[in-house]
């Protein structure tokens, strides 16, 4: 089977275009980056029509995810330049709900995120931190850090992120406030550990930091792998950034 592996800021997966159903022993010889092809996490796409395309979404663990931002652009990107759809705005749909897309420029990708939900508790005391937790795609916990080079990812990430609090698991962001335009984000992305990157984790970081008082509505996010722009229209977050092919090949199914 073919598949392409693509990245977005240092954000890798093995992305295949025709329907898969991998038991996760699989996905994890596919992500494997010693015995494997070496990813994050593995995506699924497919064209639907000329104004949609669809993706699935698993962590390098195998396990199964709502959606990933940082594989959005790169399915949009894929799309886009396998000539699947007509035009530079289109539909991927995802199992967080259909996300629109547009092609902006040279492997640059805009991207709707989808709606950000309030928990009921705005707050939580988790693993010993105070988290606050937001849905964007994925849960998240977002923690805020005085530096985030001396961040605890490693350490505090996978004691708050598969906390009991959070029964499907979640991503855990540690940020950074610089100014109102500007934060640093890392994040431990469940089923993953720490990853250069992760875009719905940044769409939660700057959700929480605007709904704080302490951002604007349009913020640059600097994460290991790159900058994201996040913005926000109400409750609703978009991102924009770079999607890339790596190179392509095939394996055994």
Known sequence: MDFVKMQGLGNDFVVFTSPLDPDPARIQHWCDRRTGIGADGVLEALPVDATTVSMRYWNADGSPAEMCGNGLRCVAWLAHSRGWVDGDSFTVETDAGPLGVSITGDNMVRAAVGAAQRHRITDLAVGGQTVHPVGIGNPHAVLFVEDTALAPVETVGPRVGEDPLFPDGA???????????????????????????????????????????????????????????????????????????????????
């Open 171 to 253: 991503n855990v962001e540690f940020l950074h406030v610089v100014d109102e335009e500007t934060v640093d984000l890392r994040v431990w992305e469940r089923g993953v550990g720490e990853t250069l990157a992760c875009a719905t984790g940044a769409a939660a970081a700057v959700f929480v930091a605007h709904d704080q008082g302490k951002t604007g509505n349009r913020v640059n996010v600097r994460l290991p792998g790159g900058d994201l722009l996040i913005g926000l229209e109400d409750d609703s977050v978009w991102m924009e950034g770079p999607a890339h092919e790596v190179f392509a090949g095939s394996v055994e199914v």
